[in-house]
């Protein structure tokens, strides 16, 4: 293993994104060759050793990216090391307590033998795209719930079992 991790995910406004961005850096800094990209910007994951894949939960679905990516690059994920995250709740339910994955990210971990799958907290704030998110943001139900200190938790989570599988 050479260690080189993808963190691919689909965001709509760029919360997701940012979660992506803060596991890729914590893998950096563990030792591995970790990059963030949009999940529609990957053409292969046969290049990688590991992949952790994340999508904003909208509508209770994944972004459609991060469904696409799975779909595209079943074959080739059910060989790899991979785990899924999910960002969404618009308030502090993700971090008092363990969210299930929605059916879709369920059917896509059983199929794709993903070894776990977390949902953080998710952000909406002004200037969202999309109907809904500025009916949600009228309401005044908008607002950033990210918890970076338990993404970068879990960051070093994968970190501990790539770590043990490459020195196996």
């Not at 760029?14 to 850096?25: F, H, L, P």
């Not at 709740?89 to 363990?98: I, K």
């Not at 776990?116 to 907290?121: A, D």
């Amino acid at each position: 293993m050479t260690g080189k991790v993808l963190v691919a995910y689909g965001t709509t406004n760029g919360s997701t994104a940012r979660i992506a961005e803060a596991v890729a850096a914590v893998l950096r800094k563990e030792g591995f060759t970790a990059e963030a990209l949009p999940a529609g910007a990957v053409a292969r994951v046969t290049p990688y050793d590991a992949v952790v894949l994340g999508g904003g939960l909208y509508a209770g679905r994944w972004q459609k990216d991060a469904r696409r990516f799975a779909r595209r690059h079943g074959r080739d994920l059910a060989g790899l090391p991979l785990w899924l995250f999910s960002s969404g709740p618009l308030d502090a339910s993700a971090s008092e307590r363990d969210i299930p994955p929605v059916p879709g990210v369920r059917k896509a971990m059983i199929r794709l033998d993903a070894r776990e799958h977390i949902t953080f907290g998710g952000c909406l704030e002004e200037g969202a795209k999309g109907r809904m998110a500025r009916m949600i943001l009228r309401s005044g139900k908008g607002g950033d719930f990210r918890d970076f200190d338990g993404i970068e938790e879990w960051a070093r989570k994968i970190a501990d079992e790539l770590t043990v599988a490459r020195q196996a």
